[in-house]
Structure formats: structure tokens, C-alpha cells
């Protein structure tokens, strides 16, 4: 099977196990890698998100595709930069890729051209901030600023 | 006069303990909180001997239980189910997340107190509440109609304007 994905595919393979290989594309070639992916039997989409990375100033996005009849889960990684960052859709490829889209764009602020629903709010309603899953958003700073916490005097025996 | 003011005040009295004895419970489950649920109605603790039985629809019911913690998509649609609900209605907070945040206190989406928005009547500590401390809340809230102080829709009615601009501070209506 690693054989076969060599072949195919233009990228390095990181890490290659009976049940699991990593792979690693160039930005531009990420959605030709999952499309020739899927004619190897890699025909489930089980994750598709992003990771942040600060110190690189880039994210890297993530995708997991499984296939039923090898059982093997191949992941799929590339890396974008981070100022305006935006992305082909690959929901032509799997379409549950969508609201991972919609999350990609509310999580992260990764735009993905061709996701109608891209940039829309799901859960977030009425957010203002940076979105909530980048590492320089500080989570307990905003908590304390727009939410109110009881005022309780906590005492220890 | 004073004959009929007399009949009014012990026939607000007798309706308050007649209602406390059939509460029916619209239980809004954002959470984990929905577990401990099961056990309390069902045959073992069996909450129907205190006349408190789960209802599914919002304008039938008089106990808002609401089991868990609250983030912003959520507050906006327990708002709109407690309007929807006729008086005399009831708040119960259930859990720790309702009284100050519990262990999402850190979170961007989680609001931290309950009552800025919704007038509680009873808080029911505990992460996760047993189904002897839900029975426990209930029967505070009996007791509390009982003695006509459980005033938390009246409450809500006549400081409309302050729930509103809490609601209006996190949802941005």
C-alpha cells in the first residue's frame, strides 16, 4: 500500500506503520493528494481541521482519511501561512468536509473558497474577537471581561 | 371589603399549596447534566410521588430545569423558552456551571451566573447534583411555593429592563 501512495502522490512520507502513514504536501498540491487519496480506497473523511503554529507564523491543516478495505488511516498535512490565510474547498472530494469547513472558518479564520457557508457563524453567534482556537487568543482574559463572575468568599478548613 | 381582601389572600393561599403538588418540568438538557435525569424519574427515586413529572413543551410547563452549563448559542434559546413558558414558571439551576461557571469558568463561550439573565429560584449545588439532591431542590421549591416566595417570574416581570440589557451585554441583540 506504501507503494502505491509513493507512486501517486508528490510529498514526503513522514511516518509509515501497518495501520498508519503521515504525510506531508506542499500547500498547493493538498487537495490533488486527497483526490488521488480517495481512488486508493481512502474513501472516509474522519477529520479535516487545523493546528496553529505561533513560533512559524503558519497554520497546518490537517486531514484524516481512512480506508475500510486496507485499514490503514493516512494523514494528510500541509502548511499555510497565517496572514489571510485561505483555502480551496475539498468538499468535492468528501463532502463532509463542509461544516469542518464552517468550523475552519469560526475556529481559526481560515477562509475556504468554495464553502458557501464559509465565515458564517454555526456556533459563535455575534463574535467580535480573534476566532477562539488561536493560540495568541487568551480564553481566561476574555472570560473575565465579558462575563461576570460571582462574587463568593472561599474558605478552607 | 375587608371580607373579600380576606377570601382573595387565603384563595391565593390555597391555590399556591394545591400547585405545589403538580409542578410539571420542562427539563433543558445543555449538558452533561441530563444524566442524573433518568434515575430521578424513574421507578427507583421516582420524582412523580412528589407530582413533579417531565413535560416536553415549553407552554405547558411550569418548572424551567435547566442542567447545566450555559453558553451563548444556548442563553439565547433558554431565553426564548422561558417567554414562551405562562406564569406562574419556575427556574431551577442545576449543577455547579449555573451558579458560578463550574469548571468552564475559563471558557470564551460559557456564561458564568445563571440569574444576570434568568430569575432562579432555587440552585441545586454540585457537579454532578445526585438524584437525592434534585429530589432535595424540588422539595425546597415546594416548600418555597408553599410559602408563596418562589416570586422568580414576578421578579423577572418587574425588572424586565435589567435581565434584558444583561441578555442585550452578551448575546448583542
Known amino acids: ?157 | 371589603m375587608e371580607l373579600q381582601e380576606t377570601l382573595e389572600e387565603g384563595y391565593v393561599e390555597i391555590l399556591d399549596h394545591l400547585r405545589k403538588r403538580s409542578l410539571w418540568m420542562l427539563h433543558y438538557c445543555t449538558a452533561c447534566g441530563a444524566v442524573e435525569l433518568p434515575p430521578t424519574i424513574t421507578s427507583r427515586f421516582d420524582a412523580e410521588r412528589f407530582g413533579i413529572a417531565p413535560f416536553v413543551t415549553s407552554r405547558q410547563s411550569d418548572i424551567l430545569l435547566v442542567t447545566g452549563y450555559i453558553n451563548i448559542k444556548t442563553l439565547k434559546r433558554l431565553v426564548t423558552v422561558y417567554e414562551q413558558m405562562l406564569p406562574p414558571k419556575y427556574v431551577i439551576g442545576f449543577g455547579s456551571c449555573t451558579i458560578n461557571g463550574g469548571i468552564y469558568w475559563d471558557s470564551y463561550a460559557v456564561v458564568k451566573r445563571l440569574d444576570l439573565y434568568l430569575p432562579v429560584d432555587v440552585y441545586i449545588a454540585g457537579c454532578m447534583p445526585t438524584p437525592m439532591a434534585v429530589l432535595e431542590g424540588f422539595r425546597t421549591l415546594m416548600k418555597l411555593i408553599d410559602e408563596g416566595k418562589a416570586n422568580g417570574w414576578r421578579k423577572y416581570i418587574e425588572n424586565y429592563d435589567y435581565y434584558k440589557a444583561n441578555q442585550r451585554k452578551v448575546l448583542k441583540w
Not at chain 1, 98 to 121: A, R, T
Open chain 1, 1 to 157: 500500500m506504501v507503494e502505491e501512495i509513493k507512486k501517486v502522490i508528490k510529498g514526503e512520507i513522514l511516518e509509515k506503520s501497518p495501520q498508519r502513514i503521515i504525510i506531508k504536501v506542499k500547500n498547493d498540491s493538498f487537495s490533488s493528494t486527497l483526490n488521488a487519496l480517495k481512488g486508493l480506497s481512502f474513501k472516509r473523511l474522519t477529520l479535516f481541521t487545523a493546528v496553529d503554529f505561533v513560533k512559524d507564523n503558519q497554520f497546518e491543516l490537517v486531514a484524516l482519511v481512512y480506508s475500510n478495505e486496507n485499514k490503514i488511516l493516512a494523514i494528510v498535512k500541509t502548511r499555510i501561512p497565517k496572514e489571510n490565510p485561505e483555502i480551496e474547498t475539498i468538499t468535492n472530494i468528501y463532502p463532509n468536509a463542509f461544516k469542518y469547513e464552517v468550523e475552519l472558518g469560526e475556529m481559526f479564520g481560515i477562509k475556504v473558497i468554495g464553502n458557501p457557508d464559509s465565515m458564517k457563524p454555526f456556533l459563535l453567534e455575534g463574535w467580535e474577537d480573534l476566532p477562539p482556537l488561536r493560540k495568541d487568543f487568551d480564553s481566561i482574559k476574555y472570560a473575565t471581561e465579558h462575563y461576570e463572575a460571582r462574587n463568593v468568599e472561599v474558605k478552607y478548613d
